[in-house]
């Protein structure tokens, strides 16, 4: 990187998303919510709103404002917008998981249609502060494909959330609308989860990791191809889906078709990442890379599962499991392990980087504590994968413990978070100046050609 702009808010972001993160454990841990009640219950829409709203999405909203300048090196097209998508994404999150906890009772309708304004104009601000960026600098490398994506699978996951909201809200009983509402749920989960989500941490990663391995950028045919195998899935499945159900087809076959095509794209991005580890330069791990591992063994173990659900037809079963492992496993795990980095990494640029030439500095790896992070974070991916076997076995009580312990472990690294924050590391260490929990200090582009 020739530069860095900090982002004012990219720490309000994810200080947000990680109390969603805690609150859907602990809701999870409490009982509310798959398995205790039914798995399309409005406790269970709540909590993986929560989740993939509260948690995954505004973690990626934030980081993409930050790391999407890097990818395409041009400045952010509308830093002044990132505020208000934040309070949209927030107001938008909490009406939603207002109504849904208000659906049993019949009064979620102004919560819905509350959730469908304030969504609704926070995403489509954020896409349009992404996309311009991206237009301004064509052409695209592969991760800024990926993103590209990604956002598109964003953009179909808010159509069907706001046609499912129109009919919850009573705004709409169009016989599609109604339709959709009742059918084509499962497409509105693969435009969030393997779309949105899916798609652009794969794109983040590829940068991210290459950056802070000091590994070459893979960029190979298989890159490509699982590009476009997974853009292909993501089109297939959800708009040829969504044109099934609404025409009143099943579309099952077409579902099964879309994941033999998304499972490959899948498989050469491991294989990618594979490479990555091999070929890099910094020969001892740093924490964020090693534990990424644990997250790409999630997705290399969810994707054989639904390999093995679409060969032997047991999706109902299975998908709560799946589902879970993708969550926690692969995206939440991911998401942990890079914002472990990605923290130390945008407080030393904050703090140290301004100071660079004039003066010894201390390196990244000075703000944090590896040793006393590791522990928590096996933990955390040993407790996902035991409550996902929990859900594959039927044993409820035995998720609720591994939820539990997995609710601990994450609030211990959201402490290893708050303390790198406050550099609690360095408190012998002279400050030129000490950040704000919330709010990055603005700064002028800063050099990192000689990132410690």
């Given amino acids: 990187m020739l530069g860095v702009t900090l982002s004012r808010w990219t720490m309000s972001y994810f200080a947000v998303a990680l109390l969603s993160l805690l609150a859907g454990e602990l809701a999870l841990t409490l009982g509310y919510g798959y398995p ?8 269970t829409l709540a909590v993986v709103h929560v989740l993939t709203l509260g948690w995954l999405s505004l973690l990626l909203a934030g980081a993409l404002q930050q790391f999407v300048p890097v990818l395409v090196a041009r400045p952010l097209a509308h830093p002044r917008l990132s505020l208000p998508i934040l309070l949209l994404l927030i107001i938008g999150t909490a009406g939603l998981i207002t109504g849904f906890h208000a659906l049993s009772t019949g009064a979620g309708g102004a919560w819905f249609a ?6 609704s104009a926070g995403f489509l601000l954020l896409l349009w502060n992404l996309l311009h960026t991206l237009w301004r600098a064509r052409p695209w490398a592969l991760p800024a494909r990926f993103v590209l994506a990604g956002l598109t699978g964003l953009t179909l996951a808010v159509l069907l959330g706001l046609s499912f909201l129109g009919v919850l809200a009573g705004a709409t009983g169009a016989p599609w609308t109604v339709a959709l509402l009742g059918y084509g749920v499962p497409l509105h989960v693969i435009a969030a989860l393997g779309g949105w989500l899916t798609l652009t941490a794969i794109g983040v990663s590829y940068r991210l990791l290459a950056m802070f391995m000091l590994a070459p950028e893979p960029n190979r045919r298989g890159s490509h191809a699982a590009l476009w195998l997974g853009a292909t899935a993501l089109l297939l499945a959800v708009i040829g889906g969504a ?13 099964v078709i879309a994941g033999m095509l998304g ?4 498989l050469l991005y491991l294989r990618d990442m594979r490479a990555l580890y091999r070929q890099r330069q910094r020969r001892v791990l740093e924490l964020n890379a090693s534990m990424s591992v644990g997250a790409l063994l999630s997705l290399a173990a969810g994707a054989t599962l639904l390999l093995l659900a679409a060969v032997g037809g047991n999706w109902h079963a299975w998908l709560p499991a799946i589902v879970y492992l ?18 130390a990494f945008l407080t030393w640029l904050e703090v140290f ?18 040793p006393h992070a590791r522990g928590w974070f096996r933990l955390y991916f040993l407790t996902a994968w035991l409550a996902a076997t929990a859900l594959l076995l039927d044993w409820p009580a035995a998720f609720r413990m591994a939820a539990a312990t997995q609710l601990l472990a994450t609030l211990a690294i959201v402490d290893q978070l708050w303390r790198t924050r406050r550099l609690c590391a360095l408190r012998q260490h002279p400050l030129p100046v000490r950040p704000a929990l919330l709010c990055v200090r603005q700064t002028p582009a800063t050099p990192t050609e000689n990132h410690p």
């Fill in 36 to 43: 205790l009640p039914v798995l399309n219950s409005p406790a």
């Fill in 114 to 119: 509350l959730a469908a304004c304030a969504l």
């Fill in 243 to 255: 044109t099934l159900v609404v025409a009143g087809l099943d579309a099952h076959k077409l579902l």
């Fill in 263 to 266: 499972v490959p794209a899948l």
């Fill in 326 to 343: 993708l969550l926690f496993g692969w995206l939440s795990g991911l998401g942990l392990a890079q914002l472990y980095k990605i923290v």
């Fill in 353 to 370: 980087g301004p100071q660079l030439g004039r003066g010894p500095t201390p390196r990244v790896q000075d703000l944090v504590d590896e």
